[in-house]
């Protein structure tokens, strides 16, 4: 139950194509949802997080759709570029004094 | 503004000789701290985590122990590597002033090879 399912493992996508990652969680107790950004020899960066008060968030190009319903969120990157080819994590937690949950990340290369 | 550092970025060590990763945080008071190590092309896996001082929560059971001597210094030990401990290992933080502590923030990195 405490599991975060990501998929795909990797993603190839053509420069200025929109980028899609999918996450799902069992947990129906978990009401905070990032995402982060991995470069290679870097530690991971936080991108944009959701609450389930919304349905979307977007900040840039980056968008998090989140549906409670269905147990399911996912990260949209539009206009994708080269710059945004990282490894991508999705997580989960409890809201208040939690550790994350993380899902296995997902490989994105963007080629031109 | 708050930064987190972790030395050293790179350490080879051969197998069953001792091992002592730090981590600070600066800028910050009274942070959660966390140890992650993640696999060549793996996932994020918590070995601990710390609400406090002298406050660990072990994760995994496995060759690694924590402790956290102050308040922003976490750190991860092992008296004998295993060659299966290689690795990334990632510290990371939470609880910025006015933020959530679910809001993790990650340190560089300390590449970690066991020969």
């Known amino acids: 139950q405490q599991q975060v399912k990501q998929s795909p493992q990797s993603l190839i996508v053509q420069k200025g194509g929109i980028s899609i990652i999918n996450c799902a969680y069992e947990?129906?107790?978990?009401?905070?949802f990032p995402w982060y950004q991995q470069f290679p020899g870097k530690g991971p960066a936080l991108l944009i997080a959701?609450?389930?008060?919304?349905s979307e968030k977007k900040e840039g190009r980056f968008t998090i759709s989140f549906n409670k319903s269905a147990k399911q969120f996912s990260l949209h990157i539009m206009d994708s570029q080269p710059g945004d080819s990282a490894t991508y994590f999705c997580?989960?937690?409890?809201?208040?004094?939690?550790?994350?949950?993380f899902g296995k990340g997902t490989r994105l290369s963007v080629i031109a | 503004s708050q930064t987190i550092h972790q030395w050293p970025a790179t350490l080879v060590q051969p197998v069953g000789s001792p091992l002592s990763l730090e981590c600070t945080v600066e800028?910050?008071?009274?942070?959660?701290l966390y140890w992650y190590r993640q696999a060549a092309g793996r996932g994020l896996q918590l070995l601990f985590y710390?609400?406090?001082?002298?406050?660990i929560s072990s994760e995994v059971p496995q060759n690694l122990s924590a402790s956290r001597p102050q308040d922003r210094q976490f750190i991860l030990s092992s008296k004998k590597l295993l060659l299966s401990d290689s690795g990334f290992y990632l510290c990371?933080?939470?609880?910025?002033?006015?933020?959530?502590?679910?809001?993790?923030?990650f340190g560089p990195g300390t590449r970690l090879t066991v020969l």
């Open positions: 990371a933080w939470s609880g910025r002033q006015g933020r959530s502590y679910n809001e993790q923030f």
């Open positions: 947990n129906t107790a978990f009401d905070y």
């Open positions: 959701i609450r389930p008060d919304v």
């Open positions: 997580a989960a937690s409890i809201w208040g004094n939690t550790p994350l949950v």
């Open positions: 800028g910050t008071s009274n942070p959660n």
């Open positions: 710390s609400v406090g001082i002298g406050q």
